[in-house]
């Protein structure tokens, strides 16, 4: 039985929840349960805070676990990402004083607050910058330059608006770009009833992805209208009755619909139709 990590609260939890019931595994309706069985797609699911689930994944006492990329590498157990999930994404940053540091090299010698120390020091080393010092912090790290316990901060930057407040700037490269990802531990095998898992999970992203477009179109613009709709692999292309026109279904990037059905339209000047635009299934 496939032993699974999930987070039991915090902006993880909800969509972790929400991709694994699409993907057809039971879910807990009791927030207190801590352990849930599943014995009809032989898994069971550990509720773990989300901090700790790496850290399980890594000594081994789950298969595997969902966490944040971010957590994943601060953890710095022996668990490593086996699939991108595509929510909770964020983006690390080095802040401080505005106008005072330019590229993080310029972070040698400083003091850094961060609540994700060893993520930060991974970063700072594999570059060969030597900090003056990491402090560890849970929470407030923008207070950390004012109160004089750093001079740099790196924590999750989404629009800038709270360390503008702060009076704080971001500088140089990303740290990370985060994100929900499926751990497992890096030193064994595969445990059985991964591949079903990662396929079920791949099945939802596709779906959460893409949609199925059906247009019909003149056959001597099939070749243009295809080139503009290829699909995961290759689309459909069925003829009609008339002998003139074919019926085409393809995958289509769900946020880039609009803009094909323009470039539909320019080719086909407006003998293109488009029948049918429906969500993916699973």
Same mark, same amino acid.
């Given at each position: 039985?496939?032993?699974?990590?999930?987070?039991n609260?915090?902006?993880?939890?909800?969509?972790?929840?929400?991709m694994?019931?699409?993907?057809?595994?039971?879910?807990r309706?009791?927030?207190?349960?801590?352990?849930?069985?599943d014995?009809?797609?032989?898994?069971e #699911?550990f @509720?773990?805070?989300p901090?700790?689930v790496? &850290?399980?994944?890594?000594?081994?006492?789950?298969? /595997?676990? *969902?966490?944040g990329r971010?957590l994943?590498?601060?953890?710095?157990?022996?668990?490593?990402e086996?699939l991108?999930?595509?929510f909770a994404?964020?983006?690390f940053? #080095?802040?401080?004083?505005?106008?005072?540091?330019t590229?993080?090299?310029?972070?040698?010698?400083?003091?850094?607050a961060?609540?994700?120390?060893?993520? &930060?020091?991974?970063h700072?080393? !594999?570059?060969?910058?030597?900090?003056? +010092?990491?402090?560890?912090?849970? +929470?407030a790290?923008?207070?950390?330059?004012?109160?004089?316990?750093?001079d740099?901060i790196?924590d999750? /930057?989404?629009t800038g608006?709270?360390?503008?407040?702060?009076?704080?700037? &971001? @500088? +140089?490269?990303?740290?990370?770009r985060?994100e929900a990802?499926?751990?497992?531990?890096s030193?064994?095998d !595969?445990?059985?009833?991964?591949d079903?898992?990662t396929?079920?999970?791949?099945?939802?992203?596709?779906?959460? !992805?893409?949609?199925?477009?059906?247009?019909?179109?003149p056959?001597?613009?099939?070749?243009e209208?295809?080139?503009i709709?290829?699909?995961?692999?290759s689309?459909?292309?069925s003829p009609?009755?008339?002998?003139e026109?074919?019926?085409v279904?393809?995958?289509?990037?769900r946020?880039?619909?609009?803009?094909?059905?323009?470039?539909?339209y320019?080719v086909?000047?407006?003998?293109?139709?488009?029948?049918? *635009?429906h969500?993916?299934?699973?």
């Amino acid at each position: 039985m496939l032993r699974i990590a999930v987070p039991n609260k915090g902006s993880l939890s909800e969509p972790a929840v929400s991709m694994l019931r699409e993907a057809g595994y039971r879910q807990r309706r009791d927030a207190r349960e801590l352990v849930l069985p599943d014995p009809d797609n032989d898994v069971e #699911f550990f @509720f773990l805070r989300p901090r700790d689930v790496a &850290v399980y994944v890594g000594a081994g006492t789950v298969d /595997v676990g *969902i966490t944040g990329r971010d957590l994943l590498i601060d953890s710095g157990s022996a668990a490593v990402e086996h699939l991108p999930l595509g929510f909770a994404r964020s983006t690390f940053r #080095f802040a401080t004083t505005a106008g005072t540091l330019t590229d993080s090299r310029q972070v040698a010698g400083q003091r850094v607050a961060t609540s994700y120390p060893e993520l &930060v020091a991974v970063h700072l080393r !594999e570059r060969g910058i030597e900090p003056a +010092g990491i402090v560890r912090l849970d +929470g407030a790290v923008e207070s950390a330059i004012r109160l004089g316990v750093a001079d740099v901060i790196a924590d999750v /930057v989404e629009t800038g608006t709270t360390l503008r407040a702060a009076g704080l700037e &971001v @500088f +140089g490269e990303p740290i990370l770009r985060s994100e929900a990802v499926l751990a497992r531990r890096s030193d064994v095998d !595969e445990p059985a009833g991964l591949d079903v898992l990662t396929r079920r999970l791949q099945g939802v992203l596709t779906a959460r !992805e893409y949609v199925l477009m059906d247009y019909d179109v003149p056959l001597h613009l099939v070749d243009e209208a295809v080139a503009i709709t290829p699909g995961l692999e290759s689309p459909t292309v069925s003829p009609l009755h008339n002998g003139e026109w074919a019926a085409v279904r393809a995958m289509v990037r769900r946020d880039q619909t609009n803009r094909v059905m323009d470039d539909l339209y320019d080719v086909g000047a407006r003998a293109i139709l488009v029948t049918s *635009i429906h969500a993916c299934r699973i």
